[in-house]
């Protein structure tokens, strides 16, 4: 399995991002995905996940209300939308596939990670 994010990129505060997922492979729906960031100097953090049919899903309380995570199977794809963004959501964004979790190590993918900046 590989995972390509993309989307990141430097907005001002306040702005929206949508970042994507897209996954290679087979059983895309079999799985739930997740969403993690690491600020500089920081620990690698939850942010969202999505169970594999999309209907639940659990965010970190920095970011309920602000980010929507999504998924469409028929793509192989999860998307994290980022609304009223803050200078403290600058980080690289992670997705993951595995458990549907807020703990990293129930995730056994990766992918390589997006940049998001935000300016104040």
């Known amino acids: 399995v590989q995972l390509q994010a993309s989307g990141g990129g430097l907005v001002q505060a306040g702005g929206s991002l949508k970042l994507s997922c897209a996954a290679s492979?087979?059983?895309?729906?079999?799985?739930?995905m997740g969403w993690f960031r690491q600020a500089p100097g920081k620990e690698r953090e939850f942010v969202a996940a999505?169970?594999?049919?999309?209907?639940?899903?659990n965010y970190e309380d920095s970011v309920k209300g602000r980010f929507t995570i999504s998924r469409d199977n028929a793509k192989n794809t999860v998307y994290l939308q980022m609304n009223s963004l803050k200078p403290e959501d600058t980080a690289v964004y992670y997705c993951?596939?595995?458990?549907?979790?807020?703990?990293?190590?129930?995730?056994?993918?990766w992918g390589q990670g997006t940049l998001v900046t935000v300016s104040s």
């Open positions: 993951a596939q595995g458990t549907y979790s807020s703990r990293r190590r129930d995730y056994k993918y």
């Open positions: 492979g087979r059983h895309f729906s079999a799985y739930a």
């Open positions: 999505i169970t594999r049919s999309g209907l639940t899903t």
